[in-house]
């Protein structure tokens, strides 16, 4: 059972990711529109350009030093706008979805694009956090 002094935390928890989560998808959809009117819709690149940006973001941050950040902004920004800005599964389904349009190399190609560039954006974020935190 949930106490008293408990639930107002819980409630608050719940609307500080829901906050983050609502501008990350916004942030999102507004990428993904950019994306398609600048360079087209014959490769995922929205999704591509967030999940980047997620992980330098996150990269940063915990370069920085998650643990220095408030709890609410860990959750705002980390649960809530990054786990909403960076669409993971949807990378998944485009990526299924280039197979089943018989588009394997592309479909190859947008999951290696994907890892590379964000593990190495993780990576970028991370020293760019240190710099900052030192």
Do not use: H
């Not at 959809?29 to 360079?39: A, E, K």
């Not at 690149?45 to 330098?56: H, P």
């Amino acid at each position: 059972m949930i106490d008293a002094d408990t639930q107002p935390r819980i409630l608050s928890s719940i609307l500080t990711v829901a906050a983050g989560g609502a501008v990350g998808a916004v942030l999102r959809n507004g990428v993904s529109g950019v994306s398609r009117n600048l360079v087209g819709d014959s490769f995922p690149y929205g999704t591509l350009l967030v999940n980047v940006i997620g992980c330098l973001v996150l990269g940063i941050l915990g370069g920085y030093g998650i643990a220095k950040l408030p709890s609410t902004a860990q959750l705002f920004v980390i649960t809530g706008l990054l786990g909403s800005l960076t669409t993971f599964s949807t990378f998944g389904w485009e990526s299924t979805q280039l197979m089943l349009d018989s588009k394997p190399v592309l479909a190859g190609m947008n999951i290696a694009v994907n890892v590379v560039i964000g593990i190495g954006a993780a990576i970028l974020g991370y020293q760019l956090g240190k710099v900052v935190a030192a």
